[in-house]
T-cell receptor
Framework: KNEVEQSPQNLTAQEGEFITINCSYS?????LHWLQQHPGGGIVSLFM???GKKKHGRLIATINIQEKHSSLHITPSHPRDSAVYIC?????????FGAGTILRVKS | DTAVSQTPKYLVTQMGNDKSIKCEQN?????MYWYKQDSKKFLKIMFS???????INETVPNRFSPKSPDKAHLNLHINSLELGDSAVYFC?????????????FGPGTRLTVL
């Protein structure tokens, strides 16, 4: 079992829908990251959080430390959000990654 | 200005060859990393350097040797390339542990071993 589990693995949505991607982890962490990887391959850091909630435009990330769970919300979704979303946790001075969620938003 | 740059972007080579991938960051960060992304898109850390010193080596074969000439550069040299080395390799940098350690990634190097 991976230390970082994401769900769902694949997600297809219609433009305008609200999307949630979930991440659970089983190790002690100092921070949790949400990353975005576009089809071209580049990786961009969306959020880094260790408690509570952060918002950037249509994206919201939340974390519950007690439950070892984080969610990434896209409200509402747009075709340009189509990408792989990767949850990663910082523990023992290194990043441990989830397997990623492939999101496709149709217009 | 590019924050984290890698060269080359694509590398196609034969089994048994030796190759290097270069990484440079102009963010003034002290910590740099190499990650491997396999064919299933799963990312895994290979190495981490802090201020030119190796701090993480994640059970990577000895054929892989990182070199950090200064804290702005972390190069990856691979000897005797094997088919299983085919992957995308990402370099990243961050401020040291204990500070804001958001990581900034390079564009990746797609290595294909024939």
């Amino acid at each position: 079992k991976n230390e970082v589990e994401q769900s769902p693995q694949n997600l297809t949505a219609q433009e305008g829908e609200f999307i949630t991607i979930n991440c659970s982890y089983s190790v002690g962490i100092s921070a949790l990251h949400w990353l975005q990887q576009h089809p071209g391959g580049g990786i961009v850091s969306l959020f880094m959080l260790s408690s509570g909630k952060k918002k950037h435009g249509r994206l919201i990330a939340t974390i519950n430390i007690q439950e070892k769970h984080s969610s990434l919300h896209i409200t509402p979704s747009h075709p340009r959000d189509s990408a792989v979303y990767i949850c990663a946790v910082t523990g023992r001075n290194k990043l441990v990654f989830g397997a990623g969620t492939i999101l496709r938003v149709k217009s | 200005d590019t924050a984290v740059s890698q060269t080359p972007k694509y590398l196609v080579t034969q089994m048994g060859n030796d190759k290097s991938i270069k990484c440079e960051q102009n963010l003034g960060h002290d910590t740099m990393y190499w990650y491997k992304q396999d064919s299933k898109k799963f990312l895994k850390i290979m190495f981490s350097y802090n201020n030119k010193e190796l701090i993480i080596n994640e059970t990577v074969p000895n054929r892989f040797s990182p070199k950090s000439p200064d804290k702005a550069h972390l190069n990856l040299h691979i000897n005797s390339l094997e088919l299983g080395d085919s992957a995308v390799y990402f370099c990243a940098s961050s401020l040291p542990r204990g500070q804001h350690n958001e990581q900034f990634f390079g564009p990746g190097t797609r290595l294909t071993v024939l």
